[in-house]
């Protein structure tokens, strides 16, 4: 220090105050809303120590032993999820429901399953370590799961495959011996920021003490989101960049915006004060949707529409039963094939339907029969040879739906008698898939009609008229001989997912030509308008059960064409009664006239979503 810096021998030098951090600047992310409402409160994140992997190749001698701390580790990990399935009672029992199907299929999968099998023979023949199998045949059997093609069940398929990486994840921790992440400490009123969030920590986190969650991973149909939804928590899921170093410092204000799919670090007061309006605004919006469950589904002038629901798993149902849908308008059964050795006989497949018909307490339930098809993966029918193992070249266009079905009937007749037993229990309807011509439906009605007849010569307990058998409207062949499948059918579903996939010739999952998938192109629109009036015109139920049901901006079209019954994921249903209350069934007719006058899909498309 130079003499001229020093202070004055008869003043003492000034301490200097402590420099303050200068203040953050508000930053913005966008991620995918998963779970609706706003949360407003002081950041907390919550890091997985890392499983570190070290071991890579092993002696054959060592190939006993690893096979062992294998096992170890598949013991250990069957007793955490049955200690996770103990914990359940904390939480909601809406939330109980929603988690416990899913810890079941964890257990399933560590017992003898595919997974199981491949990591053995991968420790045997390749000579690696029980963890670089686990991680190898994971990670080959989910990506075997997500390249199977098809566009129906991607959603499904990215659950399977979520579902395998878990466990494998979870076998991986307990083999490397690397503790699991903990919330004890999550504050009340926090909201949780960190890289990802597994399905099996929601048994984990309370919802009395927590606001929201983001994380920089996932997406709107994993399991991890419906769970969040089933607990009730706002939440963004895919938020690049959310836990880079830096972006966030602990306790610091985040706002969750599970309805928008943004997250705000660090907001500024006028942010702020408008996340807290914005509160408000949600709390009120939500006390008139809670209020339109108890009010019927009825158009202006007093014209009633049927709403119902979509169900994928049963774990849904919760959500159905706050949604306020007058029943199931799609049960997909799929899900009972997947993720087993051995295909489900009449007995187990009957418990399942008569509890979905059971909890609907008296509102009709309506069962599709397996539409497997070459893009979906349920080892039991190939383990059993029902199916080859290599997929058709276009599966799409395959064996599929209806056409397995009546090839192997065994198959077949056994789930029909599962849902005959479970049709005493309350209102069920049977849909068949893929049907595209009158043979097809002449040809199941005989099978149906058999099952019957010897369920009744077996003293099986049956409803005294036969559930009615209809018939999906999913291909513009079955669209356009509408009118004959009417004399064949009881009802119609029109799928508009598959119907506009096949119509236009469009994988909306293909990137290339996703563009080019619009439900409200004028041929689907003919396709739909065809096959409700030949429904119409025979006074035979018709519902939609594609993702159009669910757009409330649709609903407007759609009564104009005829329509009075759609189904629908349960979360849409609010919404959707609340847009069909403020129409005017006369109106809709006219302005159904004038879309379906149109042939260019851009102005169909300003009517219909604008202000058209």
Not at 41 to 48: D, L, T
Not at 348 to 360: D, G, I, N, T
Not at 406 to 413: M, S, Y
């Amino acid at each position: 220090m130079s003499r001229t810096d020093e202070p004055p021998e008869d003043k003492p030098a000034e301490a200097k105050p402590p420099r303050e951090k200068a203040p953050r600047p508000e930053r913005r992310l966008i991620g995918i809303p998963v779970s609706s409402g706003i949360a407003i409160g002081p950041v907390f994140g919550a890091a997985e120590p890392p499983a570190v992997i070290t071991r890579l190749k092993i002696h054959a001698e060592d190939t006993q032993a690893e096979v062992a701390r294998l096992d170890a580790a598949i013991a250990q990990s069957r007793k955490q999820l049955l200690k996770l399935k103990a914990r359940l009672a904390i939480l909601p029992e809406d939330s109980q429901a929603e988690i416990a199907p899913l810890l079941d299929a964890y257990l399933q999968m560590i017992g003898s399953s595919r997974l199981v099998r491949g990591v053995r023979r991968r420790v045997a023949e390749t000579l690696v370590s029980a963890e670089t199998a686990v991680v190898d045949e994971t990670e080959a059997l989910a990506e075997t799961i997500m390249a199977m093609p098809g566009d129906e069940d991607r959603a499904g398929r990215r659950r399977r495959a979520e579902e395998v990486r878990e466990i494998g994840r979870r076998l991986i921790r307990n083999l490397t011996r690397a503790p699991f992440r903990s919330f004890t400490g999550l504050p009340p009123g926090a909201v949780l920021a960190c890289e990802y969030l597994r399905p099996a920590d929601a048994a984990l986190l309370d919802p009395a003490r927590l606001a929201g969650v983001a994380t920089d991973d996932g997406g709107a149909d994993g399991h991890t989101a419906i769970m969040l939804r089933a607990l009730g928590v706002p939440a963004v899921l895919g938020v690049a960049g959310l836990t880079e170093v830096g972006q966030q410092r602990p306790g610091e204000t985040i706002i969750v915006d599970g309805t928008a799919g943004v997250v705000t670090l660090n907001p500024s007061a006028t942010t702020l004060a408008t996340a807290r309006r914005a509160v408000t605004a949600y709390a009120r919006e939500l006390q008139k949707l809670a209020l339109l469950r108890r009010l019927p589904a009825v158009t202006a002038d007093g014209e009633a529409v049927d709403l119902q629901a979509n169900l994928e798993i049963p774990a849904e149902l919760p959500l159905i039963a706050q949604s306020g849908a007058a029943g199931i308008g799609l049960f997909r059964s799929e899900f009972l094939f997947m993720n087993r050795e051995k295909l489900p006989d009449e007995a187990a497949q009957a418990e399942v339907y008569r509890s979905v018909v059971e909890a609907m307490a008296g509102d009709p339930v309506t069962i599709r029969v397996l539409d497997w098809g070459g893009e979906k993966e349920i080892e039991a029918l190939q383990a059993e040879g029902v199916v080859p193992e290599a997929a058709d070249l276009n599966p799409a266009l395959g064996i599929r739906g209806i056409r397995l079905l009546l090839r192997e009937t065994e198959l077949f007749e056994t789930q029909l008698a599962a849902i005959l037993r479970a049709a005493s229990a309350g209102p069920v309807r049977i849909l068949l898939p893929m049907v595209t011509n009158v043979g097809e439906v002449r040809q199941a009605r005989e099978i149906y009609e058999r099952v019957i007849r010897r369920l009744r010569r077996r003293g099986e307990r049956l409803p005294d008229k036969a559930p009615p058998l209809g018939i999906m409207i999913e291909t513009p062949g079955a669209a356009l001989s509408a009118d004959a499948l009417a004399l064949e059918a009881d009802f119609f579903a029109i799928g508009t997912n598959d119907l506009t996939m096949y119509t236009l010739a469009v994988d909306r999952g293909d990137s290339d030509v996703s563009a080019l998938y619009d439900p409200l192109h004028p041929a689907v629109l003919r396709l739909v308008q065809f096959a409700t009036e030949a429904a119409l015109r025979m006074r035979m139920p018709v519902s939609v059960c594609g993702e159009m049901a669910s757009n409330p901006k649709l609903m407007k079209l759609l009564l104009g064409l005829g329509l009075r019954s759609f189904s629908m994921n349960a979360s849409a249903v609010p919404r959707v009664k609340q847009a069909i209350r403020a129409l005017d069934i006369d109106d809709c007719a006219r302005f159904a006239r004038r879309v379906m006058e149109q042939s260019d899909p851009a102005v169909i498309q300003d009517m219909v979503l604008g202000t058209g």
